[in-house]
């Protein structure tokens, strides 16, 4: 049986993961969208890293445009699934802090873009490299966490 301080102590770091992922991702946005119009580009490292004011209705790389409901209704699942996974994989010596590290930036990454898609109906993504397509903080904890968790899954499979 596991410490319950160490849980405690997962739980906090889970939370403090969350809440600085969706402070990030709200700030940023913020200020973006104050600065820019949509559309609107600034270049900081010409023709490689622009900053670009995009209103996104779909998806990832903006597939599935206008859905409107069906994006609330899934990232709210998914939300509370991950929820579930962070709770669950705190008393799991294998998994630990690993995975909490990679739920919990998934889940402020998608509790961030949930907020833009209830309060504005699109995602406000900003951050643009020419070869791909225009991304915010949320994204990138989202992609951040599902590599920890895909890293780790690879790595306990090899034992």
């Known amino acids: 049986m596991r410490n319950p301080d160490r849980s405690q102590i ?3 770091l889970s939370l403090i993961t969350v809440v600085v992922i969706i402070f990030l991702d709200r ?7 104050k600065l820019l119009s ?6 900081i490292i ?6 670009t004011l995009v209103h996104n209705t779909g998806i990832a790389f903006g597939l599935f445009k206008d859905q409107g409901i ?4 899934i990232p709210v699942i998914a939300v509370i699934l991950l929820i579930f996974n962070i709770f669950y994989y705190k008393n799991n010596k ?3 802090r690993t995975y909490i590290l ?8 998608a509790i961030g873009n949930l907020v ?12 643009d490299f020419r070869f791909w397509p225009v991304f915010n903080i949320a994204d990138s904890a989202i992609t951040i966490g599902a590599i920890i968790i895909g890293i780790k899954c690879i790595l306990l499979s090899a034992k």
Request: cysteine-free.
């Open 46 to 51: 010409k023709n490689v890293f622009h900053m």
């Open 94 to 96: 294998e998994l630990s």
């Open 27 to 33: 700030l940023s946005k913020i200020f973006f969208s």
């Open 102 to 109: 990679g739920f919990s930036l998934i889940l402020g990454g």
């Open 38 to 43: 949509a559309g609107e580009s600034l270049p």
């Open 10 to 12: 997962d739980i906090f």
């Open 70 to 73: 069906v994006f609330i209704i």
């Open 116 to 127: 833009d898609r209830i309060n504005y109906g699109y995602v406000i993504d900003f951050i």
